[in-house]
């Protein structure tokens, strides 16, 4: 036998295992690193996130990938030179990490990689009936597991996308797993550079939990600081936004996308919520002569308005919930200020860290949890194919020899 089938075997068979899991989301700040032990699986999965480390991307990392990030036209040997390139250097940032951890490549059983998302297109956003749901991600697997000497587990989104779903949100299945109370409905919110929730009614009814994304979080807000703030990445603490005004006209302008009139679930990206979004959207409202400290207080409540409006949605099916965020957006105050305010039922927003889960990590810990069940669990029942969660098991198992 393969000695990798043994090993997976033998690990498999473990009452817990250390996963590391990778994320490197849309707003390619880092890559983050988190260090997990995961006991059990299914239902009975429990964790303890050991260490977590974001391991910032210098600005050539950056300028690469936005120069085949989220754009329908890009030059196809930069994509196809970048894809282990990436992998490479996520595999280096994990060695960078155990190091510094005190680990060594042995101590682990697998690696998780979520890799990072350069074009996300559902069908009903490209509109083309002959082809399907699409995602891609680069930074492959093969490269991360040579480069660590871990076996890597890698490709989530496919299988996803090939059992009817539309390749996301997959936090739906991790936060089913493990953030379910029998005490209390559950909205789980996360601000990324999209925003998506997952709603876990305290049931436990697999059937019930929805899961969708919402719209921008801090994509836009994020795209338009780096352009007109140089070399800013981001609005820290709001501090810009809190300078401005809103302009009610350009806010009505940035709600009237056809995705926000969809139903629940739905998926979107930068490739949808850009700057250009943002000019059509002045255009259309004549606010082109806006200052940038305007155009961020209002795009700032965009965002706010849009994510309220999905836990509003998703309150008017439940009686009493809890919302708990993650992601970088729970850092910016304006927009958690906002939330609060156009969210009658919520009188507070605690954060993912108050049920034994770093915001920051919040994601990483996901895919950790993807493998697990890769390697120990299997497909997951939600019967919930209508909502866009189907039972599968997800990941591509790559072996480092
Ligand atoms: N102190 C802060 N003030 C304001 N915004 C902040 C702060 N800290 C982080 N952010 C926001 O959070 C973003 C990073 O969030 P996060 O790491 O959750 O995104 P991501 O994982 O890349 O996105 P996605 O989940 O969409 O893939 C930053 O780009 C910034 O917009
Ligand atoms: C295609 C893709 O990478 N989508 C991301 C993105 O970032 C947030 C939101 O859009 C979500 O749908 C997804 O990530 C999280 C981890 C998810 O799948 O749950």
Known sequence: MNRHIEQLYRSAKKRSRLVIGLMSGTSLDGLDVALCRITGHGTDTQIELLAFSTVDYDEGYKQKIKSVFAKRQVDLQQVTLLNPWVGVLHGQMVNQCLAKWNMSPTDIDAIASHGQTIYHCPLRQHGQSEFGNATLQIGDADHIAVTTGILTIGDFRQKHIAAGGEGAPLAVYGDYLFFTSKQEN????????????????????ASAVFSSDIGPGNTIMDAYVQRHFTPLHYDKDSAIACQGTVQPSLLDSLLQHAFFALDFPKTTGPEVFNLDYLHAAQVRSS??????????????????????????????????????????????????????????????????????????????????ILANECLVGGQQPFGNIEQGIPDITMGKISFPD
């Open 186 to 205: 559950r909205i789980l919110l996360n601000m990324g550079g999209i925003a998506n929730l997952t709603y876990l009614p305290c049931s436990a009814d």
């Open 287 to 368: 606010t082109q002569h806006l200052s940038h400290e305007d155009v961020l207080a209002t795009l700032n409540l965009f965002s706010a308005t849009t994510i309220a409006n999905a836990i509003n949605f998703a309150a008017a099916e439940l009686g009493d919930f809890c919302v708990y965020a993650s992601g970088g957006g729970i850092h910016n105050p304006l927009l958690m200020e906002h939330i609060l305010r156009l969210c009658p039922k919520v009188s507070n927003i605690q954060n993912t860290g108050t049920l034994g889960i770093d915001p920051d990590a919040k994601e990483a810990v996901l895919f950790a």
